[in-house]
DNA sequence: TATGAATGAGACTTCATTCAT
DNA sequence: AATGAATGAAGTCTCATTCAT
């Protein structure tokens, strides 16, 4: 059997082996570098070095750096939505507990890491795409809100909430996290202590939780 | 004689020497494009024409972009802080009172004003100026949690507040304030029924303070 | 079937990779471009146009019109002091003999080739790249000088020469040449007859080897 | 009397008093700028800064750039030839002294002041400005060149000088003078020993006229 | 499929020139 | 006569996108 027949068994050139994974290690690559330079800062040439690939293979699998842009948004954030919902639906305990709960996940599934890039990326770059910032408000916005208001409708029938205006109770109870997540990584090199994540947490749950318990 | 008839007699000059004028006509104009587009992509023909010169005039004021773009961020928000320490320093009403005051002092100063983009701006660009975003945080993230926490703590002194962690509270008084002056313009075409700005500031004053008030 | 017409049936591409070709070509055209104008009044739009490039091209290879100014002056004139060099070292003649060739030689590589215009380049550049200028000194007029001052040392220790100062009859046998570099070009349209090259070297060997020569 | 009127007859303001020195005081900066950065990379304002009025100033006397710089040619290099010519007019001496007097008179004229510059200058640009050029040709180089053709003649006539080509050992006489003008300053930075001019003009009237001189 | 050389539109910036003061 | 603010044309340089290999 020839040398050359028997590479292309054994060992199959790299890209042919991660042909499959190629737009997904495009898409963390482009997340990077969007989040950190901005959409119009951003250089191509600089994801794809990230990618491991060069310029040109960007557009065999995006169409354009727009459509790029776009990918990074729609395929990255929206399944936590989707977890954030099927903890809600499952979980067993009081409606404070799910508060708790779905404060911290979130935390721990955005506000920490990579994705927390995104809703930054989504405040700077609304204007310039209107129907992309449409689809993030429909299907992470507004889906996180109903969410949460889900959540504080049940403590309100349940007894355990006064009778607020859900809505906007349920927006006040992630705004601080949103504001956090992309506040902390704008500000981290201006806070030598760093910041204690922990504790603007433990205290936004205590005063939130303080603030719209039913004492009768 | 009507304006327009007059203007046409006498025809209007090319140009007019505005010196003194100039560089807040410019600045203003400045802070509308880069808060629309973000840094890298505003234009500066687009300042240019919002400012009613040219191209070339920009260059008269401001040495580059960069710094014209610095000088947006710093000459126009530093002075609203001031406001909130001096109104903070004069204020003879309780703690309860000057939290809801500060609260919808900002709103109206910043959060329904043109100011409203920068914090917007330096969210987006952070990375890119590292020493305005040094800047803009002590002079403006710091300043106003020091003043917040200022509050929080004559509270807490005479007995109005729980005895809650004093910086972390003060962030919380701002944090949700802070997102919605960058959602609610990000998102104003995604909410057909507007942002209900009114019902945002009441009820978190309502949660916020309930959540802090010592019920002893 | 004639050339042209093949040309024309498979249509031509709209460009073509010459990586490693196109250096030399950027170089030479941006050499012409240089002398015709000037460092400041070349417009690099003019390099690419005589290249066959576009001008983006031009900073795939140099990174910016200063880095091709200097490439042009580096690359193209040592190699002309080292095979000047190299003659004076395999020379088998008498001191004047040598004396004569360099002359020649020098007119023959450099006087009537367009790397004529470096010289006039240098002069005038000079005090815009200080850098430049030092390399270019030490790189080709220096060692130009010692070429010609090894030659006229020979002669004087072999009894063909004066005993003149070695240093100085060197600059003496080349600043007719070099000025007659720079100005034949400068005033070739001034000179409806020309400018007699033949007669001006003749001349120039005649007077200085009669000048220098030892009579006892 | 008034103190404005005492004013106005005892210390006229300055640009009143210099108005009549205006035209040769730009000239004089301009020769400057020109000199120092070449025609393409002088700027006015700097122009006007050395001369000590403002750029709008210049227009008053000069209408644009190449105006002045036609101007500074013009002005200040053809009087020198005309010296020159008095000179060889009216010398009592021999040939052989009158070339070395001419050439320690170019050398102090033009070569050690200011004016050395100019023969930089039209090498440079004068590809820029043809029919400039043809006016330095014609009244600079050509009257120059006819000048010391002159004095080579009278040699040759009075049985001094050998019987060389009469134009083109006029050339010779004075090229090794035209290339140390310009090299000098290029490369002023480049010779730490600095350049010796004294031996440099010792040594070339030595050899030339040895080189000329009838030996019988 | 992957590459990266080449393109070309568009941005920032400079500066000779004009003109209101 | 003098100023200097303002203009606008033009140049350098960048980078998303294309396409020959």
Same mark, same amino acid.
């Given at each position: 059997?020839?040398?050359?027949?028997?590479?292309?068994?054994? /060992?199959?050139?790299?890209?042919?082996?991660?042909?499959?994974?190629?737009?997904? $290690?495009?898409? *963390?690559?482009?997340?990077?570098?969007?989040?950190?330079?901005?959409?119009?800062?951003?250089?191509?040439?600089?994801?794809?070095?990230?990618?491991?690939? +060069?310029?040109? *293979?960007?557009?065999?699998?995006?169409?354009?750096?727009?459509?790029?842009?776009? &990918?990074?948004?729609?395929? *990255?954030?929206?399944?936590?939505? /989707?977890?954030?919902?099927? @903890? &809600?639906?499952?979980?067993?305990? *009081?409606?404070?507990?799910?508060?708790?709960?779905?404060?911290?996940?979130?935390?721990? @599934?955005?506000? $920490?890491?990579?994705?927390?890039?995104?809703?930054?990326?989504?405040?700077?770059?609304?204007?310039?795409?209107?129907? @992309? +910032?449409?689809?993030?408000?429909?299907?992470?916005?507004?889906?996180?809100?109903?969410?949460?208001?889900?959540?504080?409708?049940?403590?309100?029938?349940?007894?355990?909430?006064?009778?607020?205006?859900?809505? +906007?109770? /349920?927006?006040? &109870?992630?705004?601080?996290?949103?504001?956090?997540?992309?506040?902390?990584?704008?500000? &981290?090199?201006?806070?030598?202590?760093?910041?204690?994540?922990?504790?603007? !947490?433990?205290?936004?749950?205590? !005063?939130?939780?303080?603030?719209? +318990?039913?004492?009768?």
């Amino acid at each position: 059997m020839p040398a050359v027949a028997r590479r292309s068994r054994k /060992a199959r050139p790299r890209w042919q082996r991660r042909k499959a994974a190629r737009p997904a $290690e495009i898409v *963390t690559a482009a997340l990077e570098v969007f989040v950190e330079r901005g959409f119009a800062a951003a250089r191509l040439e600089e994801v794809a070095r990230r990618a491991g690939v +060069t310029k040109g *293979t960007l557009y065999l699998y995006f169409k354009s750096k727009e459509a790029l842009f776009k &990918a990074v948004v729609r395929e *990255t954030i929206v399944p936590v939505i /989707a977890q954030g919902e099927a @903890l &809600a639906q499952s979980f067993p305990g *009081t409606a404070r507990e799910l508060v708790e709960r779905l404060v911290r996940e979130y935390w721990r @599934l955005v506000g $920490e890491t990579d994705l927390a890039g995104i809703p930054k990326l989504m405040m700077a770059e609304a204007a310039t795409f209107p129907q @992309l +910032t449409r689809f993030y408000y429909e299907e992470v916005v507004a889906r996180g809100h109903r969410l949460m208001a889900g959540v504080i409708e049940r403590g309100i029938k349940s007894g355990e909430f006064r009778k607020v205006d859900v809505a +906007t109770a /349920a927006k006040l &109870a992630m705004s601080p996290l949103m504001h956090a997540t992309v506040a902390r990584r704008a500000f &981290a090199s201006c806070m030598p202590e760093g910041f204690d994540v922990g504790k603007y !947490l433990d205290t936004h749950i205590d !005063l939130y939780l303080h603030g719209i +318990t039913n004492n009768r």
